[in-house]
């Protein structure tokens, strides 16, 4: 959003000084993408902006980011029509593809295609030299999803559903340090079968390896897709009739199978089969309880607390937790296909002269989809992270100076080991927020 902001800069010098404020502060939390400070700040700045477009963006971006999906249809929509010839055309384009990305993650893979196939017509007969590759991409990806035309559902009975659960212990190793990470794992049956499922955060919807699709008879539907999780590979998609965890149905589930190659090391060939994130979000919230090996998905979920949100949700269906680190703010991306905690180069960007004197090089197994392999990292001495009205203690973080995508998103990635001493873990993915009572 650079010409944005680079625009909203220019204009201040035409405005009073109350409105200078607020909209470069409006602009520098857009440029930064801070949402969770938007959130904050915004009800107290929005009566000042001056420049509409910037006011338009921000509630289109909020509700983007905060689960209001309407909203932010409605936003963009006004965004586009009213304020384009302020916002430039990369930006144009990268807010309908937002909208269609918005349309595919509540299930509308057929308006996500037609919404970009639309723009992209009309630009190619207007401006044929303009690099569309981008937005054909997401077409051909939200097409192939459209060719299967059924949407992932869930049945539930009318009051709360208590499923088991393990943390299965994941055996792991430095170059000098023998350490124990925990998976979450659920029993699940398919076709009257019993299995055993990762719940994985990280993994938009359910995934399986291609030898377990041939076991269950699932069958490929449409086009390859490109996947990115460590690496980037091709994958098949097709649907699995039902799966049920408990008594919670997930009917028509959208299922990504993943070729065995591209699964080595500790991550599909343990388990069968990946429950992701789809599914938690039909469900509304999960309320993990480590100590007593269950989960309970509630027939009412718990109201939003004082402290406020502390996650979001992207377009592209990334979790990602606001927590602190030492007094600092920071986000990662909450992924529970993840057992451990990892920072990022961004992070060690900040804390470069810190970290260098505490941490020790070491070289440890890491990876996952489409990568796998020793990673050179920075370990960490303990780290207490709090969020969610808790301090936890962290062992065993890395500073992970690869590019390796999960690790890389904002701050880093946070994993299993945020939760898995406390009493109870508050997963709410209505109102957005992570809750961890001891």
């Keep these: 959003m650079k010409k944005i902001i680079s625009l909203a800069l220019l204009c201040l010098s035409l405005l009073t000084a109350r409105a200078q404020v607020a909209d470069f502060l409006i602009s520098d939390m857009l440029n930064k993408s801070d949402w969770f400070a938007l959130e904050r700040e915004y009800p107290a700045l929005k009566d000042s902006v001056q420049m509409p477009f910037l006011r338009v963006m921000a509630e289109a971006l909020l509700a983007v980011n905060f689960n209001r999906d ?139 390896m291609k030898s377990f699709a041939e076991k269950i008879g699932l069958k490929a539907a449409g086009d390859s897709i490109v996947i990115t999780g460590a690496g980037t590979v091709e994958a098949a ?45 039909l469900c509304g919230e999960a309320r993990f309880m480590p100590r007593e090996g269950k989960i309970i998905f509630p027939a009412t979920p718990t109201q939003l607390p004082g402290t406020g949100r502390n996650l979001l949700l992207s377009e592209s269906d990334n979790l990602r937790l606001e927590a602190y680190v030492n007094g600092e703010r920071c986000r990662f991306f909450f992924d529970t296909g993840n057992s451990i905690t990892a920072f990022s180069k961004q992070y060690y960007e900040r804390h470069k002269a810190e970290i260098d004197k505490t941490a020790r090089k070491v070289t440890r197994e890491g990876g996952g989809i489409g990568r796998n392999g020793m990673l050179t990292t920075l370990k960490l001495p303990p780290v207490t992270m709090t969020t969610g009205g808790s301090d936890v203690e962290l062992e065993h973080v890395a500073v992970v100076l690869e590019d390796l995508a999960p690790v890389q998103i904002d701050d880093g990635n946070v994993g299993v080991n945020l939760i898995q001493d406390c009493r109870m873990a508050t997963l709410n993915l209505k109102d957005l927020f992570l809750k961890i009572e001891d």
Excluded: W
């Excluded at 190619?124 to 992932?152: G, M």
């Excluded at 709360?160 to 794992?185: C, E, H």
């Design 70 to 208: 309407d909203e932010a249809v409605s936003a963009i929509d006004t965004l586009i029509a009213k304020h384009q010839s302020y916002i430039g055309f990369d930006n144009t384009m990268n807010m309908v593809m937002i909208k269609a990305a918005v349309e595919n993650r509540r299930g509308n893979s057929a308006k996500a295609a037609e919404i970009l196939n639309n723009f992209i017509t009309q630009v190619k007969a207007q401006a044929p030299q303009v690099d569309l590759s981008a937005a054909e991409a997401q077409y051909r990806h939200y097409k192939t999803l459209n060719a299967i035309s059924r949407k992932t559902t869930l049945s539930r009975p009318d009051g709360d559903v208590v499923v088991d659960f393990t943390l299965r212990k994941q055996s792991r190793r430095d170059n000098d340090t023998s350490y124990t990470g925990y998976s979450i794992i659920m029993p699940v049956k398919i076709n009257g079968k019993g299995y055993n499922a990762l719940l994985d955060t990280g993994c938009p919807n359910t995934m399986c």
């Design 237 to 281: 998609i097709g649907i699995i009739d039902s799966i049920n965890i408990g008594d919670l149905t997930l009917h028509d589930a959208l299922t990504t199978i993943i070729d065995n190659n591209d699964c080595t090391g500790d991550n599909l060939q343990q388990y069968d089969i990946i429950i992701g994130l789809d599914f938690l979000k």
